[in-house]
């Protein structure tokens, strides 16, 4: 596609139920972030895909998220047992990011955000 | 740790006023840096980057930033601001080798007509 796509646009669910949330970045970009936008709280960094693999997970607020990327597109963010403070705006960006120093000439291209409310 | 510092969270303006939105991080080594746009009901877009050579970075839109080494700064300057300028601006830094965009907590700028 042309641009970042994440689905769903939105999702509301019950306090201590799983959701799975999707990102299809930009085709042929092989790094993909996950980061999470709170009111007043800027961007917060989730987790970094280069290719399928995470090398830094770091962001991750707890065992209750994990994310995976397979065939080195799309990718899956999944929150269990979701919890009122899991309220946010989910975004993936992505980027044609190499190895080394190639990487910095490649800003990141944002998708539109998947904004989930747990009730 | 690091970290990026935007001091201004909100910014109310009249159209054609100057505007200046300040950026600081905090990281001793190589750096790029990026300001990013979020209007109304749109994803973020990049506005301007940094990577290096020339201190004074030309964007979209009339923007420019520049990058002050020894301050540890990359504010955010428009001579004059637009309606269409309302937004939500994002500094974001890319230190090196750590594969990690930080970003700052944004500045909501609104601008009257």
């Known amino acids: 596609g042309a641009g970042v796509s994440q689905s769903p646009s939105n999702k509301v669910t019950e306090k201590g139920k799983d959701v799975e949330l999707r990102c299809d970045p930009i085709?042929?970009?092989?790094?993909l972030y996950w980061y999470r936008q709170s009111l007043g709280q800027g961007l917060e960094f989730l987790i970094y895909?280069?290719?399928?693999?995470?090398?830094?997970k770091s962001g991750l607020p707890s065992d209750r998220f994990s994310a995976e990327r397979t065939g080195g597109s799309v990718s899956t963010l999944t929150i269990q047992r979701t919890q009122q403070e899991d309220s946010a705006v989910y975004l993936c960006?992505?980027?044609?990011?190499?190895?080394?120093?190639?990487?910095?000439?490649?800003?990141?291209?944002f998708g539109n955000g998947t904004r989930l409310t747990v009730t | 740790a690091q970290s990026v510092s935007q001091h201004n969270h909100h910014v109310i303006l009249s159209e054609a006023a100057s505007l200046e939105l300040g950026c600081n991080y905090s990281?001793?080594?190589?750096?790029?840096l990026f300001w990013y746009v979020q209007y109304p009901g749109q994803h973020l877009q990049l506005l301007l980057k940094?990577?290096?050579?020339?201190?004074l970075v030309k964007g979209i839109k009339g923007f420019e930033a520049e990058f002050i080494k020894s301050k540890f700064s990359f504010n955010l300057r428009k001579p004059s601001v637009q309606w269409s300028d309302t937004a939500e601006y994002f500094c974001?830094?890319?230190?090196?080798?750590?594969?990690?965009?930080?970003f700052g907590t944004g500045t909501r700028l609104k601008v009257l007509a």
């Open positions: 960006a992505s980027s044609s990011s190499g190895t080394g120093r190639s990487s910095y000439n490649s800003p990141l291209h």
């Open positions: 085709s042929g970009h092989t790094a």
């Open positions: 895909f280069q290719g399928n693999s995470a090398p830094d």
């Open positions: 990281y001793g080594g190589t750096v790029n």
């Open positions: 940094y990577f290096s050579g020339d201190p």
């Open positions: 974001a830094v890319y230190p090196s080798g750590t594969y990690k965009y930080i």
